[in-house]
């Protein structure tokens, strides 16, 4: 008889033995009290899964909510988009029939000038028509033709009568103020210092009818006591008192031109000194301005070839102008007092000198 030993395990219980097989048992039985059951872990698993859906479901109810909340704004949006757009074209469509009808009476008042210019240019040309619309190609061409020629007879006539009335003014000048050249000198105040400007006319016969007048105006004080302005660049005489105030001069003795009187031979050049129209204001050309001031150039000229008078240059007093240029540009204001204005005499030899220094 074999007797087998049996050792303590220090999960057996005092005074009790066991055998591996009855040991291994309860162990396994302990272990199975220790653990969780598995009914148990399931409801907890399932628990944590429906909470998770709850809150998916709910967030996927409020996107719903947000995305037609968004469509209902953008159909608003779209609506009174399509409102708009249906008043547009509604604007567009009347406003294109009233063009439709301005273009059929601008049509007819076009036919009615033509037929009336047709009417007239014959009326011109010394041909008779019945009715404008009678005229042909060739009468067309035949009433153009008289129509130059009588314009260009009318501007021969003017100009002779212009160059008439300029001889007679080189007479009165060469008579009254001597044959020249002539000079006139300006007594100034320029930002309160005390200047003196000459300028000399241009020569009688180059520009008679301005320089006669302008010396008249000189004669008879007319530049006494009143301003320079300046504006835009524009240095100009103005009839005022240093006040800005309106100088009270005899209307006859405010001369202002018959004609536009111009010639090539006295530009606009840095300067010089031109009527401003037909006068009797007249303004200092501080550049070039024989583009600006030229013949046709200006707006106020009534004819193609019209032009601002310019009838003399500063030779002395530069300097006082030289400030002028530099003024910044804006409205009308006082740039320097005229104290007197006088016709003065200059003797050959200073005249001389003027001359070599202004070329």
């Known amino acids: 008889m074999v007797l087998f030993k049996r050792s303590a395990s220090a999960n057996s219980y005092p005074g009790v033995g066991f055998g591996d097989d009855e040991l291994q048992y309860c162990n396994n039985f302990k272990q199975q009290r220790q653990t969780p059951s598995s009914y148990q872990s399931f409801k907890r698993d399932g628990k944590k899964k429906t909470d998770s859906f709850n809150i998916q ?34 604007m567009y469509d009347e406003t294109h029939n009233e063009l439709l009808v301005l273009e059929d009476e601008l049509d007819g008042a076009h036919e009615d000038f033509h037929k009336l210019q047709m009417k007239l240019l ?12 009678e005229a042909t190609d060739e009468d067309r061409e035949l009433i153009v033709k008289k129509v ?78 009143t301003i320079f302005t300046y504006r835009n660049h524009v240095v100009s005489a103005a009839l005022m008192d240093n006040q800005m105030r309106p100088k009270n001069v005899d209307e ?45 150039k200006q707006p106020h000229a009534k004819l193609m070839n019209d032009a601002d008078p310019c009838f003399a240059r500063i030779v002395i007093g530069h300097d006082a102008f030289n400030t002028f240029k530099e003024q910044p540009n804006g409205g009308a204001r006082q740039l320097a007092t005229i104290h007197t204005a006088k016709i003065i005499k200059l003797s050959k030899e200073r005249q001389q000198k003027l001359a070599s220094s202004n070329k």
């Open 252 to 296: 006859s003795l405010q001369h202002k031109l018959a004609f536009p009187e111009y010639s090539h031979e006295f530009d606009h050049d840095e300067f010089t000194i031109g009527f401003a129209g037909l006068g009797p204001n007249f303004y200092v050309n501080t550049k070039d301005n024989s583009s600006l001031h030229g013949p046709g």
């Open 148 to 225: 130059i020629e009588k314009q260009d007879h009318q501007s021969e006539r003017i100009s002779s009568l212009q160059k008439s009335l300029q001889k007679s003014y080189e007479i009165e000048i060469d008579r009254r103020f001597g044959q020249g050249p002539h000079y006139v000198e300006f007594s100034l105040t320029v930002n309160g210092n005390k200047k003196f400007m000459t300028i000399e006319m241009a020569p009688n016969h180059v520009m008679p009818h301005s320089v006669y007048n302008f010396l008249d105006m000189i004669e008879n004080k007319v530049w006494d006591n």
């Open 57 to 90: 479901v709910i967030l996927q109810y409020v996107a719903i909510v947000l995305l037609l909340i968004q469509c209902y704004r953008t159909t608003e949006k779209v609506s009174s988009a399509n409102k708009s757009l249906t008043q547009l074209q509604e």
């Open 122 to 133: 014959a009326g011109q040309s010394g041909i008779k028509l019945t009715h404008p619309s």
